[in-house]
Every structure is written in structure tokens, then in C-alpha cells.
């Protein structure tokens, strides 16, 4: 039922720009904060942006402050990430995720495949 497919994902230049999405199904979007996050080859996961569930409040890892903006559309059940001043560093797989608060901390319970994004000259 439940249902996350990234997209927008690929190979692009240092510098460069991607816009990725979101596709959910199957649960209440509107009812949860989303969040993006990433995983780079050999490495753990990583947070990268968060959105509240009406789309007002939004929150970045320092790293993508200024290059990343995270956007939602609940009517749609979407979830965007544009991607600005793309650096090799950036190169991972991104997955987005719902975010459920609980007791001093959240939890990202639902998940899509992942998109690869690749910085490459």
C-alpha cells in the first residue's frame, strides 16, 4: 500500500543543478513532516532537509544550506528537492522519507528506493 518512488536523480557536472521528486501513495502525506536523506558510497545515512507537513518550516543540514531547497505539494502527494551548486560531495543515493515525531526524537518509518544523483566531471 504504502508507497515512495524517487526520481530526477542522474549524472551532472560539478556546478550543476537537479530538481528531485517525490512520488507517495498509500498514507496520509499531509499528516507528516517529509525529509530527504542520503547515503554516499561506503557511508551511513545521512539527513539532508526536512519540510513540516504544511510546507512553512523547512530545515537543512549546514552542508546544503543556500543550495538545497526542499518543497512539498500535498495535494499532489509530492515531495521535491532542487539541488543548486552541486559538488562531488553531494554524490549519493537520495531517499525521501515521512518524519513521525516520537518521545525525544523522530522517526522516518517509510521509505522509497532512492534516487542516484551523481557529481561528476
Known amino acids: 500500500e504504502v508507497q515512495l518512488v524517487e526520481s530526477g536523480g542522474g549524472l551532472v557536472q560539478p556546478g550543476g543543478s537537479l530538481r528531485l521528486s517525490c512520488a507517495t501513495s498509500?498514507?496520509?502525506?499531509?499528516?507528516?513532516?517529509m525529509s530527504w536523506v542520503r547515503q554516499a558510497p561506503g557511508k551511513g545515512l545521512e539527513w539532508v532537509s526536512s519540510i513540516d507537513n504544511g510546507g512553512g518550516k523547512t530545515f537543512y543540514t549546514d552542508s546544503v544550506k543556500g543550495r538545497f531547497t526542499t518543497s512539498r505539494d500535498n495535494a499532489e502527494n509530492t515531495l521535491a528537492l532542487q539541488m543548486n551548486s552541486l559538488s562531488p560531495e553531494d554524490t549519493a543515493v537520495y531517499y525521501c522519507a515521512n518524519l513521525r515525531p516520537e518521545y525525544r526524537h523522530v522517526v522516518f518509518d517509510y521509505w522509497g528506493q532512492g534516487t542516484q544523483v551523481t557529481v561528476s566531471s
Open positions: 498509500g498514507f496520509t502525506v499531509s499528516s507528516y513532516g
